[in-house]
């Protein structure tokens, strides 16, 4: 027997199984297991019954038994031939396989059944999804022919057409396999036509591959074309294909038909006539500027560019106006056409014809400024405004930009008498400020100066302008936006700029009451969360940052594109349980996603729309090399040996499951060879903190230069160079670890005899070349390495030479003396023991006199001195662990005065000697944290609160006094509403002060319970010695 049955389910009767089914959906396991032993009472040679009971075991958590109930299954399967072989079980057995890991064996089961019959339809299909999950697309390609064989139904074609192109795009396979996949369509399409729109895109994509764009043209537009449904759509490709072949003025004419037919007709027929990416193709196409196609032929997609990135047209300048004079008749055609003050496309066309002519040096900027204006009479209010002409305002001079400003302003104030409208005008030249970088060539005038500073001025009236309307949010749901919001960020975002230039505390406070009033108004305003976030950081408040963190429920694909604000952060504060679930969220959310990915390729094919199977699958591809995803791979394991390092046997413990560091090595070996892919939201970032490594608050003021777009780019591509070198360098973490440990026990004399164990002298070689390797990341060889640090730990040298890689160099001057130990191949009248305990010595002895108290100190070096302590510190602490081990054993087991004796003994005295130089390093450190922490609360309080009342004509505490005044009882307005009215008699700023301190309190107190766990295993340590 092969298929199921009439009335049968697996060669059951439905109504057996049906109980069992209704148990899984309702999650009443138990009750499914019940039904399941008896099912299997009565069907117990049942591979089906089987598999039900595996599923239960598997989602009751009992995996061990789930997959020995599978496996006995499979046999059942493989060895009884009286049984009913159908896709009801397999596909069943499949579910658990999947679940447990080992898609092999239910990919087998079916590759088995397939065997034994050849031509069934559902299991071959069952094969195909087997082949899906595991990305096997030449297997994929394969299984597809052979059903297409079998029925000819197209579908299976146009499954291994994609199968064939995934092996381009994502596989080994050359572009020869192309004419194979066009070969197989021109095939089908001479025995049975074509059908379905999907196979028409399929074979216009397999066509722009192939470069074969005339060939595509032809399918297009002959009988096959009316498979596009939507005449906008099939126009729109027609005209992509034609500019891709370089017939423009073709292409141009199609994009022209596009922008006509949506201006002119229903938009429920042919979409928004506010098509602003036509508009760019058609006057591209119309100049010949081949920029907006120059993506190639890889992709069945248009890509817009900004107008910023066209190129200067090649056209005579006759020709070129003649052009542009059609395309301004065009869009006057548009305006007219269209009847309502919400089409921006037809304004913003006019601008950049404008924007054209001056870049083939024929335009008026005055044109293109009165162009912006009459934009913004219309549009100014839109919050999109600012970010629709921004790429207009980079071809302008400075002197034209101080003149738009002034227009603008001028407009503001003679404009409409709508509120709403006006505050909205108000905020997008605020933000146009920003845009052209005036808001950071704004004077900071001294204290001693007369005048009050302009920058304050406009935080203060941003301040105001808010506080102002509130009244118009007073009906507002506590879900939506309240009007104006934006001005507290920009109002924060100048704060920020003071502090940075006057490095007073009180506007980085100030800053911090302003996000946190707005955050009392309206819970839900995520960009406040996202600065004040940073903001808590920079002040090591990161259980504070960390609240907020959790506040903005990053969840799914956020989780690849947002954690980037808390990250790196996290990773290196003494937060280990919540950096622990921050890591396990994001990796659970990865492998969850790869597992289901599949599941919506399989789906994709079911249904037809192979342009998703192709787009799942480069996502699935683009996630796997995401640089994010590795390097939390890399830190899960490395937090869990930081928390481990005090004892030597739970250290070892972790590093065995990472089998030694060995995995890691191989990612390390892997990293040349990959494209690594960025898949953070930069542009959410702060402007102090543009990428992760980047903090401008740390740095002296620099004025408007670092805000350019093209210093951004090029501090993007240095962070992202570096992020490579940090995975490469972390990566070799684990397996230099483990071989510092065997080399520091091989260096205790006799300790073969001692432990039964042989040391491999191949280890020592191999920590020496990847000492060579991390020295060369660094930028050094070995030896200049090795040099470098004798000469800084005594004086020779600035310690400002490591400064930037400070943690790196820590590391590689602890495993330099853990190789030593073994190999005596540095300098031997250097002793390496005594360089590891004098630099790390002085290194946090500098870090802890140079930090101040935290609450007065924002942007000290705390991270860096947690990481010193809780990596490089530890791994010497292992090392001296791993020496002292054995030196107990061995000297217990040893006769006196035996010929190792003597190089025991003077191990023993440089171990109790580091011992003895940590413990003191450490208790440095606990001192300091101490003595922060002994403080008190109001005292602390009361430094922060005092910093925003300066007396006088200028300094902090303007803005600050704006909010403060609207939130007293005795002043707040009744017609703000009471939603409103409750919020500001909710806010103090007593409370804030006090979040700051204990958050600060409680980052110190985990520190200190490191350092208190890190001095008691030593000193337990040293009594055993």
């Known amino acids: 027997m092969m298929a199921s049955k009439l009335g049968l389910a697996g060669g059951i009767p439905e109504r057996r199984v049906r109980p069992i089914w209704d148990a899984i959906d309702s999650r009443q396991f138990k009750n499914a297991l019940k039904h399941c032993t008896t099912l299997l009472s009565k069907y117990p040679n049942s591979p089906y019954a089987l598999a039900l009971k595996a599923l239960v075991l598997e989602r009751m958590g009992k995996t061990e038994e789930a997959f020995s109930v599978c496996l006995n299954a499979k046999d059942l399967l493989y060895t009884n031939d009286s049984v009913l072989i159908d896709d009801l079980t397999l596909s ?9 890991d080992h898609l092999d064996m239910a990919t087998s089961s079916y590759e088995y059944a397939c065997g034994k019959f050849p031509n069934n339809l559902d299991l071959m299909m069952g094969l195909f999804n087997c082949y899906v999950r595991e990305y096997s697309f030449v297997k994929q390609q394969q299984i597809a022919i052979k059903m297409y064989k079998i029925v000819g139904e197209e579908r299976f074609l146009l499954w291994a057409v994609c199968s064939i192109q995934l092996q381009v795009l994502c596989g080994n396979g050359g572009e020869k396999l192309l004419l194979l996949a066009e070969g197989l369509l021109k095939k089908h399409i001479a025995s049975h036509s074509l059908h379905e729109p999907e196979a028409l895109i399929v074979y216009i994509s397999l066509l722009e591959q192939q470069s074969k764009y005339g060939d595509a043209l032809e399918l297009l537009t002959g009988k096959f074309g009316s498979l596009i449904m939507t005449e906008v759509d099939r126009l729109r490709l027609q005209g992509r294909l034609l500019a891709r072949g370089g017939d423009y003025a073709a292409a141009a004419s199609i994009f022209q038909k596009v922008l006509e037919l949506r201006s002119m007709c229903n938009a429920k027929l042919f979409g928004s006539p506010d098509d602003w990416e036509c508009f760019l193709h058609y006057l591209g196409c119309l100049l010949e500027d081949d920029s907006s196609f120059c993506n190639g032929a890889n992709s069945d997609s248009i890509y817009a560019l900004k107008p910023m990135d066209s190129q200067v047209s090649v056209l005579t300048d006759e020709a070129f106006g003649s052009r542009l004079s059609n395309a301004s008749s065009l869009v006057q055609k548009l305006l007219t056409e269209a009847n309502n003050d919400t089409v921006r496309c037809p304004c913003l066309a006019n601008i950049e014809i404008e ?13 293109l400024l009165d162009a912006l204006v009459q934009y913004f009479f219309r549009f100014g209010h839109l919050a999109c405004f600012a970010s629709d002409i921004e790429m207009f305002l980079h071809i302008l001079d400075l002197d034209k930009r101080a003149q738009l ?23 997008t030249v605020f933000k146009i400020q920003n ?24 935080a203060v009236k941003m301040s105001q302008m808010y506080c102002e309307n509130l009244p118009l949010s007073k009906d507002l749901d506590a879900q939506e936006s309240v009007y104006g919001e934006e001005l507290l960020s920009m109002a924060c975002n100048l704060l920020v700029q003071l502090f940075w230039r006057t490095r007073h505390i009180g506007y980085l406070v100030e800053s911090i009451m302003i996000l946190e009033f707005g955050l009392t108004i309206r819970r839900h305003v995520w960009q406040y969360k996202i600065l004040l976030l940073h903001l808590y950081s920079h002040w090591n408040s990161l259980p504070l940052a960390y609240e907020w963190y959790k506040t903005l429920d990053v969840k799914n694909i956020l989780l690849e594109t947002v954690s980037h604000h808390i990250f790196p952060q996290m990773l290196a504060s003494p937060l280990w349980a919540d950096s622990t679930d921050i890591l396990r969220d994001y990796l659970r959310f990865m492998d969850d996603h790869f597992r289901e990915s599949a599941d919506l390729t399989f789906l994709a094919y079911r249904h037809r729309s192979y342009s998703k199977v192709i787009e799942f699958v480069q996502f699935k591809e683009r996630l796997q090399q995401s640089s994010q995803y590795l390097m ?28 030694q560091g060995i995995q890691f090595l191989e990612l390390s070996d892997k990293i040349g060879s990959k494209s690594l892919t960025f898949n953070e939201e930069l542009q959410l970032r702060p402007w102090w903190t543009p990428t992760y490594d980047k903090n401008y608050l740390l740095e002296p003021f620099e004025g408007v230069s670092y805000c350019t777009g093209q210093t951004l780019d090029d501090q993007i591509k240095q962070s992202q160079a570096k992020v490579v070198k ?43 070349l990847l000492l060579d390797r991390y020295a060369n990341i660094l930028g050094f060889s070995f030896q200049d390495a090795v040099g470098l640090a004798f000469d800084i730990s005594s004086g020779l040298k600035d310690a400002e030479a490591w400064s930037c890689n400070l943690i790196d160099w820590m590391n590689f001057v602890v495993f330099l003396n853990a190789w030593n130990l073994y190999s005596h191949e540095v300098d031997r009248d250097s002793n390496t023991w005594l360089l590891v305990n004098l630099i790390l010595k002085k290194y946090i002895l500098d870090k802890v006199r140079s930090m101040g108290p935290l609450e007065s100190s924002p942007g000290c070096d705390l991270p860096n001195l947690v990481l010193l302590v809780t990596e490089p510190l530890a791994w010497h602490i292992m090392v001296i662990q791993s020496c002292a081990r054995l030196l107990v054993t061995s000297g217990k087991k040893k006769k006196k005065g035996g010929p190792s004796e003597h190089c025991n003994v003077q191990l023993s005295q440089q171990v109790q000697d580091s011992i003895q130089s940590v413990c003191e390093t450490i208790e440095l450190v606990r001192q300091w944290i101490n003595q922060q922490i002994s403080m008190s609360d109001n005292e602390k309080s009361e430094n922060i609160l005092s910093s925003l009342r300066q007396d006088g004509e200028f300094g902090p505490g303007k803005v600050y006094r704006v909010v403060e005044t609207l939130s007293s009882s005795s002043t707040i307005d009744k017609d703000l509403g009471d939603r409103i009215t409750r919020a500001l008699q909710s806010w103090s700023p007593a409370d804030i002060t006090r979040k700051i301190i204990t958050s600060q309190r409680t980052a110190l107190s985990n520190f200190l319970g490191i350092c208190d766990s890190k001095i008691k295993s030593l000193k337990e340590l040293k009594a055993h010695l």
Do not use: W
């Open 405 to 427: 400003l002034e227009k603008l302003m001028e407009c503001c104030e003679s404009l409409s008498t709508n509120p709403r409208k006006t505050l909205g005008q108000h905020i």
């Open 355 to 367: 924007r054209r002519k001056l870049l083939h040096g024929i335009g008026d900027a005055d044109k």
């Open 435 to 458: 845009i052209v970088g005036s808001m950071f060539t704004l004077p900071v005038n001294d204290y001693c100066h007369s005048s009050f500073p302009e920058l304050e001025t406009t």
């Open 92 to 100: 069943t057995l499949q579910i658990v396989f999947q679940r447990l």
């Open 632 to 659: 939390a791979k890399i830190e899960i394991p490395m937090l869990q040996l930081k928390q481990k390092a005090n004892s030597i046997e739970e250290g070892e413990g972790i590093l065995e499951s990472l089998k």
């Open 726 to 768: 940090t995975i490469e360098k972390r990566s070799l973490l684990p397996r230099m670890v483990y071989l510092s440990i065997q080399c520091a026990s091989s260096s205790v004399k006799g300790s073969v005899e001692a432990n039964g164990s042989f040391f491999d002298p191949k280890l020592s070689l191999e920590l020496r």
